[in-house]
């Protein structure tokens, strides 16, 4: 099946070359990274009164040595860092989990409470295609999220990103998705995740830029954007709708944009199949970052 060629839009990318191709066996199962679309696969209390000058310090007048000015002796105060200040003030507040800073809220709260395991994809910007991801984990609650991995170059599809992601728009979806299966062309590198190895990951042909895509589906992990969780990545099925696209991928960097996947470096994929834990509910948190700080 041939692929559709990307309506040329203004601006120095419509002179990119035409959509890659791909091995034919892959062609009838993907619309996402190598078929006719892209598809969509996250203190204490108030402080007391000022401490009162004491010893050698106390102003003219005092009588005594830890008596301030008009104190009578013995009884003066001794000021809040004197004995039980500490008591008086009452334990510390508890701290707060930490955030992903960079996540607004309506993002936070599209990550399921379940989930230690949250890949974070940051585009440049709306229309770019270059981007950075990191991974977080969450292993104490009460601590909250922490950098784990990362942060590691990364590419999503040509024009960018949507919030409506549709077949051939060449876009990447934005939003927090499962990470429930993986395969590829290869032997799985040692990973927790349902892995199919099938030469039906074979792809071949040139990408926008005019670079190599052999071994860019080496290694794939399913975004899970309109597509049954837990299946295999070449599962054709689209909940969605076939309009809305699907075989959304993690899959190896070639170089240059992606029709919509997100594209990571070979050693990089590797090492995120290893990391990931399906007991952890993983998820890629994606989108340009004003659309993540939401």
Known sequence: MPVPEPVPRSGSRASRR??????????LLLTGCAAAGTAPGPGGAAPGPAAVRTGAHA???STGAHAPTGSTGAHAPTGAAGPGAAAARGPAAPTAPREIRML?????SAI???????????GNSPDSSEATAVLYTRDDPAVGWQPAAGPWPAHNALYGWTDEHRVNDLRTPIGVYGLTAAGGL?????????YVQSPAFTVSGEGFDGESLEGSFDYVIAIDYNRVPGASPLDPTRPLGEERGGGIWLHVDHGGPTQGCISL???RMEELLRILDPAKLPVIVMGDGAALAR
């Open 59 to 61: 102003p003219t007048g």
């Open 112 to 122: 399921p409470a379940e989930s230690r395991q949250a890949l974070v994809v940051t």
């Open 186 to 194: 290869l032997e799985a590198p040692g990973t927790e995740l349902p």
């Open 265 to 267: 470096p070979a050693e």
């Open 104 to 108: 607004g809220q309506t993002v936070r």
């Open 18 to 27: 035409p959509p890659y191709t791909v091995g034919a066996a892959l062609l």
